[in-house]
């Protein structure tokens, strides 16, 4: 089956299609996109995971379509240091 993976920080996105077979978990939807390579800085012991902006458990199931997204931590001064800019 056929999902997406986004990923975004400041200074790059991510956004793929790839194909997993079914009953395939957000884990291991993550840990085959390669993000992990690509960002180190990941680590699913402290990112929030989601699917579609619903915030999900790593064990669970995908289905066909399904976009799982990663999330960064938000800093704590996010609203002011916008209203700066």
Known sequence: M????????????????IEVPEGATVREVI????????????DLGTNKVGIFGAVAKLEKPVKDGDRVEIYRPIHPDAELLEKKR
């Open 31 to 42: 840990e085959r996109s390669g993000l992990l390579d690509q960002f180190p800085e990941l």
């Open 2 to 17: 056929n999902v997406g993976i986004a990923y975004a920080k400041p200074t790059a996105q991510v956004w793929k299609n």
